[in-house]
């Protein structure tokens, strides 16, 4: 008796043994794989935030000592105080056609160019810089009050194949100047105001920015050779704009160029097309949105450096000529916006509260069941106490083999409440181990009553 009880108890040890060791390496495993993650996360981290390595960015902006590519020389500066991340460097190019190239071949990573020019789909919009105004300055004695009297006089024009020209044939267009009415001249800005000043020429036509230095020598020097020069009024500008979107109406206040004998002599109005920062559209965005914030975050600091700096706006996408902006930039001039989860911070209160409530209302239906599976595993495990205690007292072989026959019907019954999820297999193990704890009780006492 005593080996069949140390044979029964050994299987127990060996098979706690074995259900430990299975736990362990199920733990082991489980461990492992955390530190996997972690260690993942942590490289990520790394990688993402805490590399001090600066990023460079290329930007093409325009002829040396152009206005955008002045201002652009002002981003890098300020940038390189304001930012341990970025780097500006600032490459001059030829014109916006060449900016656009260099673009899309990854030559630059951003560049400057007139909002009229033709763009790629995957370019994106940085920033508005500051708008290029169209300028037909003359001589008074010329007396061109209008672009119609043009017709029968000398006019320096911008070179062949720039963006300032395609400018000019567009008002040439739009008043229906007659190609050979005109003497043109085309040449250079600088050599055409030397033109200008020499009385070669009776007007000269530009494309750029009030604050030009060029243009602003050239009211300067008109100063101190005391010549009167006008400024000729594009008063169809709204007309224009109709036919070219790309196009604004501009007014130049009186007064811009000359105070003392004002010029111009009025509010002028005239045509106007935006310069434009760009990039391309596969450009990381956090250093898009870092070179945003800078722009717009520091524009006093630009504004004292170049005047200019001051016209630095966000674009209206809705409006004129549509490119849309950069992820990276958008994310800075929608930061003060309210999150989805600001605008919807009512109703997403009301479902994470009736969540709550579901979730508590099922924990505690699951706490409810688990009871009641508790409840019925340690009634059948009374049961077999029961049958241990009646075995003590039987007497014959007829009452052990009764409380077999009970024995095994107890059991019949618990399968089948494991089958239909009365109990849990963890209660079956304990009653499986009591079980068998009790069946071996009744052979032994059923050898005992046989051997008496």
């Avoid at 260690?39 to 325009?62: M, R, V």
């Avoid at 990381?284 to 722009?295: A, G, N, Q, S, W």
């Avoid at 508590?360 to 508790?374: D, H, N, P, Y």
Wanted: with cysteine; charged share 25%.
């Amino acid at each position: 008796m005593k080996k069949a009880g140390k044979s029964s108890g050994s299987k127990k040890f060996v098979a706690n043994q074995e259900q430990g060791s299975g736990l362990g390496h199920r733990r082991a495993s489980i461990i492992f794989m955390l530190v996997l993650i972690l260690s993942g996360l942590a490289g990520y981290t790394y990688i993402t935030y805490c590399n001090d390595e600066p990023i460079t960015l290329k930007i093409a902006a325009g002829p040396y000592r152009s206005d955008s590519f002045e201002l652009m020389t002002e981003v890098a500066d300020v940038v390189s105080r304001h930012s341990k991340d970025l780097i500006v460097e600032v490459i001059p190019s030829k014109d916006s056609s060449n900016n656009i190239a260099m673009l899309n071949n990854g030559t630059v990573d951003l560049a400057t160019i007139r909002s009229d020019t033709p763009v790629i789909s995957d370019v994106r919009m940085v920033a508005d810089l500051f708008p290029d105004y169209f300028q037909l300055i003359s001589r008074s004695e010329s007396l061109i009050y209008s672009p119609t009297d043009l017709v029968g006089k000398k006019v320096a024009v911008p070179n062949h194949g720039t963006h300032d020209l395609r400018s000019f044939w567009i008002i040439g267009d739009h008043y229906d100047l007659p190609i050979s009415g005109v003497k043109w001249v085309p040449t250079s800005f600088e050599n055409g105001t030397r033109l200008l000043l020499s009385g070669d020429v009776d007007a000269v036509f530009t494309v750029r920015s009030l604050r030009d230095r060029v243009l602003l020598n050239l009211f300067e020097d008109s100063e101190l050779k005391n010549l009167s020069l006008r400024y000729v009024s594009l008063d169809q500008a709204e007309a224009i704009a109709i036919k070219r979107p790309f196009l604004q109406v501009g007014s130049v206040p009186k007064g811009t160029f000359i105070g003392k004998a004002p010029t111009p002599r009025s509010h002028t109005i005239t045509t106007t097309v935006q310069r434009i920062l760009v990039t391309r559209e596969n450009l990381d965005v956090e250093p898009i949105r870092e070179l945003t914030r800078i722009l717009f975050e520091n524009r006093l600091d630009l504004t004292i450096r170049f005047a200019l700096a001051s016209a630095i706006k966000m674009p209206d996408i809705n409006e004129g000529f549509a490119i849309s902006l950069h992820e990276g930039s958008e994310q800075y001039f929608n930061r003060d916006e309210p999150s989805f989860v600001q605008e919807n911070a009512e109703p997403l209160a009301l479902m994470v509260t009736v969540f709550a409530m579901m979730v508590s209302g099922l924990i505690a239906l699951r706490s409810r069941f688990v009871s009641t599976q508790k409840d019925r595993m340690d009634s059948y495990n009374y049961m077999l106490l029961n049958i241990a205690e009646n075995a003590k007292k039987v007497t014959n072989v007829d009452e052990v083999k009764t409380l077999k026959v009970e024995l095994h019907k107890v059991l019949e019954n618990v399968v089948r409440a494991l089958d239909t999820d009365e109990v849990t297999e963890e209660g079956f193990q304990t009653f499986s181990f009591l079980w068998e704890s009790v069946r071996v009780m009744l052979s032994e006492r059923e050898e005992e009553v046989n051997s008496s």
